[in-house]
């Protein structure tokens, strides 16, 4: 992309205005017309920006020209005291719990948590009205990390975060379970723009089977 700015600019073409980043701000950019291209993460958001769902009020004028591959999901990962075993859990049983996730304000983690909450019937706030909290703070849960260590050593409940492969063999090593979506949830989901992703059971033998998620 870099190159194809810079040769734009050569050739006494019109300059090319590029955005990246793991928020949803180069989508809005690009509507606005105050950038030319962005990349975002996951690819999964510009779907959901294309239905008008979610954070965006209506359809956004956007396409993809490209995405780059590359397998993860959206894993939502609790102590095994919490007696969550589905994401819908949540709602049904209204726990205390102490969530971390990404730091980044306005990261997309954070607005695909408020959806799926949504579409299992909680919200965000609802957290802290039942005596839990998310707090935006840490790191991806790499397992030398600090974040990673709150939650094997109970200072937290759950983590909610992206980057499968790399931490959640070490996470149910150590007891960690792994929510699944329902199925119902996961289409309704689908239905705004999200795509389903499986950490399969082939890969991380401890899981007790297939954990149904979203693709990040």
């Known amino acids: 992309f870099m190159e194809a700015a810079d040769e734009s ?26 950038v030319d291209l962005a990349m975002i993460n996951p690819a999964s958001v510009l779907s959901v920006a294309l ?9 956004m004028p956007v396409r993809a020209l490209a995405v780059i591959p590359s397998w993860d999901a959206f894993v939502f990962a609790v102590r095994p005291e919490t007696g969550l075993t589905r994401f819908e859990d949540i709602a049904a049983r209204k726990p205390k719990l102490r969530i971390l996730m990404h730091p980044t304000p306005d990261h997309c983690l954070h607005h695909m948590f408020d959806d799926v909450a949504a579409a299992t019937g909680f919200a965000r706030d609802d957290i802290e009205r039942w005596g839990g909290e998310v707090q935006k703070r840490g790191s991806v849960p790499w397992p030398q990390t600090e974040t990673c260590k709150a939650l094997l050593h109970g200072d937290v409940d759950a983590i909610f975060d992206e980057a499968a492969s790399s931490w959640v063999p070490q996470a149910l090593d150590a007891g960690i379970r792994i929510l699944t979506l329902a199925e119902a ?32």
């Open 51 to 59: 239905h008008g769902k979610g954070i965006f009020k209506r359809p």
């Open 9 to 34: 600019k050569r050739q006494g073409g019109k300059p090319v205005t590029l955005s990246a980043s793991s928020s949803a701000e180069g989508i809005f950019a690009v509507a606005a017309c105050e």
């Open 185 to 216: 949830t996961v289409q309704s989901l689908e239905a705004i723009g999200y795509r389903r992703a499986v950490l399969p059971r082939s890969a991380y033998p401890k899981l007790t089977a297939d954990v149904l998620s979203l693709d990040f």
